[in-house]
């Protein structure tokens, strides 16, 4: 016996349930649809692209969420031309064993030998294994919560800094913080302990971040919690940026030779 189908109830029904991708299929294949023979392999299929779609807008979320300013992933990072660099430590660090157990990462070195692309690589692992991440750097980090304090929404975005899997802190070492601003530091690093991971990157060896922050019991009270259960990498070399800049001038040299 036939069944009619009203299709416009089905439809509805689907956006009712929000079940977008089946109504995409259900309008761009009917006769692949209809071609099935078991429904229960139908059925499958279908929740099967249901599925896949969801994931794949949320995946987009985390990545807009995240605001990386660049697409860096651990296969573009040249491992043979940054030998300082461990590459299975990396490719551990990349299982994400760290940010379960709420563990943090140091990068530490000159400009332009790598750090951000590792943090970035590291964020693209985590949004990809669905967790949430915020990338900022330390400049911006302070810079939004000194003007959270004129609107009086400090500690509303505060604990939004506290709200992600992984905080990524770039470009730690370029400015010296003043009191307001290192009290603003410690407290999201204070926030974090124990309770999510921070990737951070500085230009600067420990030793020199006494310059960095307020008053030597800043420093010291960062160092504590971030340090406490953390991986430190330090990379070393001339900047990659740099190291092109000559190779390029020195193949014009060549070609005007």
Do not use: C
């Amino acid at each position: 016996m036939s069944t009619t189908i009203d299709r416009e109830a089905l439809v509805a029904g689907l956006k009712r349930l929000k079940l977008r991708r089946i109504r995409e299929l259900l309008e761009a294949e009917p006769d692949r649809l209809a071609a099935y023979t078991d429904p229960l392999q139908l059925v499958a299929d279908l929740v099967n692209e249901e599925v896949k779609a969801r994931e794949a807008t949320q995946h987009e979320k985390r990545l807009r969420a995240a605001r990386f300013p660049q697409h860096k992933t651990l296969a573009s990072f040249d491992f043979t031309a940054q030998p300082s660099v461990d590459e299975a430590t990396v490719r551990a660090l990349a299982d994400l064993d760290f940010v379960a157990r709420h563990e943090n990462v140091v990068l530490l070195g000159p400009p332009g030998t790598g750090k951000t692309h590792l943090a970035l690589a590291l964020g693209h692992e985590a949004i990809g294994a669905g967790l949430n991440v915020r990338f900022t750097t330390a400049g911006a980090l302070v810079d939004h919560l000194y003007a959270s304090l004129a609107d009086g929404t400090f500690k509303r975005e505060l604990a939004r800094y506290g709200q992600f899997d992984l905080l990524i802190i770039d470009e730690l070492g370029y400015l010296s913080l003043d009191k307001t601003a290192s009290n603003h530091f410690f407290q999201v690093i204070n926030q974090a302990y124990e309770r999510q991971s921070v990737v951070l990157t500085s230009n600067r060896p420990f030793q020199e971040w006494a310059g960095l922050f307020h008053d030597p019991v800043t420093v010291s009270a960062i160092l504590d919690r971030l340090l406490h259960h953390a991986h430190i990498l330090n990379l070393k070399g001339q900047s990659y940026r740099l190291r092109e800049q000559l190779q390029r001038g020195a193949k014009e040299v060549t070609s005007l030779a």
